[in-house]
């Protein structure tokens, strides 16, 4: 009996340093600001959205959900990522670093009830304006 536990337990050891040790994502380098965003479903030209957290724009189309976000892979300027959101959804994207300030963000999955499947260009563009003083 402490045999098996003894090796569960160093197998959970190695496990946690395999995960320890795993490549972070491409987007680690990517700064958060303003953010102009083309690509969107039925929207023409750009969109420009002040972005605090950039992880969110790999899940763009649930950015205003509470999400739980599993990096899949990531070898080089690529990253891909699954995402759940309860019953708002879920999603996969691959998320593609051209810049530091250039992302190609396709991504695919089911948003309140309805599939989606969509390619994005995000480009920064500058820092976050300041909110107006009072």
Same mark, same amino acid.
């Given at each position: 009996? #402490? %045999?098996?536990?003894? =090796?569960?337990?160093? +197998? $959970? *050891?190695?496990?946690?340093?395999?995960?320890?040790?795993?490549?972070?994502?491409?987007? @680690?380098?990517?700064?958060?600001? =303003?953010?102009? +965003?083309?690509?969107?479903?039925?929207? /023409?030209?750009? #969109?420009?959205?002040?972005?605090?957290?950039?992880?969110?724009? @790999?899940? !763009?189309?649930?950015?205003?959900?509470?999400? #739980?976000?599993? =990096?899949?892979?990531?070898?080089?300027?690529? /990253? &891909? !990522?699954?995402? /759940?959101?309860?019953?708002?959804? !879920?999603?996969?994207?691959?998320? *593609?670093?051209?810049?530091? %300030? /250039?992302?190609? +963000?396709? #991504?695919?999955? +089911?948003?309140?009830?309805?599939? !989606?499947?969509?390619?994005?260009?995000?480009? $920064?563009?500058? &820092?976050?304006?300041?909110?107006? %003083?009072?």
């Amino acid at each position: 009996m #402490t %045999r098996k536990l003894v =090796l569960a337990g160093a +197998i $959970r *050891t190695a496990l946690l340093s395999l995960a320890a040790a795993a490549p972070p994502s491409s987007l @680690t380098q990517v700064q958060p600001g =303003l953010w102009e +965003i083309k690509g969107l479903p039925g929207v /023409s030209g750009a #969109t420009r959205q002040c972005v605090a957290d950039v992880s969110l724009l @790999t899940r !763009f189309e649930h950015r205003a959900k509470n999400c #739980t976000e599993k =990096l899949l892979k990531a070898a080089g300027s690529e /990253s &891909d !990522f699954d995402y /759940s959101c309860g019953a708002a959804g !879920f999603g996969h994207s691959e998320v *593609t670093v051209i810049t530091l %300030r /250039s992302l190609k +963000i396709s #991504t695919q999955g +089911i948003s309140g009830g309805l599939p !989606f499947n969509y390619v994005l260009q995000a480009h $920064r563009i500058s &820092d976050c304006p300041s909110a107006p %003083r009072h």
